[in-house]
């Protein structure tokens, strides 16, 4: 079974946008920390107090975080504040970027990824993205879900 284009149902996404920022966030900053203490993911310094927002757009969630001295921490703003940088894509594109099995240019270019505020730091994290070595287990994962 191939999941590379699967998006979740518009029910799902209705669902989503109810849910508080501080607890659709939670999994996302538990699964950033978990890698930072395995060494799996170093921020570098020019991700330092800025500020993300990741529109997972089929679940309808709003993920907002800061990198504080290259800690993953949430960041629950004003809808009016624009974030540093604002990421938007499906759940599946996501996991793609993730796990390594598309590239930020390659999704951006096929328009699944949009990418709003500061250029050179948009720039920045795609760079760091890219060069962030993946566990085995993940790539694993994606070949077993047929993201490939």
């Known amino acids: 079974m191939n999941l590379s284009d699967f998006r979740f149902p518009a029910p799902v996404s209705r669902l989503g ?34 500020t993300f927002l990741m529109h997972i757009e089929d679940l309808g969630l709003d993920l907002s975080f800061v990198c504080h001295q290259g800690i993953f921490k949430p960041q629950y703003q004003a809808k009016a504040q624009m974030p540093d940088v604002r990421l938007a894509a499906s759940a599946m594109d996501f996991f793609k970027l993730a796990s390594g099995m598309e590239d930020a240019d390659t999704l951006f270019f096929r328009r699944r990824l949009k990418m709003e505020g500061d250029t050179e730091l948009g ?22 879900l047929g993201t490939t």
Do not use: C, F, N
Not at 19 to 29: F, I
Not at 41 to 47: C, S
């Open 17 to 50: 946008r109810l849910l508080p920022a501080p607890v659709a966030s939670s999994p996302l900053l538990l699964m950033l920390e978990v890698a930072r203490r395995r060494q799996w993911l170093t921020a570098p310094e020019t991700l330092y107090g800025k």
């Open 123 to 144: 720039v920045a994290v795609k760079y760091w993205i890219d060069a962030t070595e993946r566990p085995a287990w993940l790539r694993h994962m994606a070949e077993k």
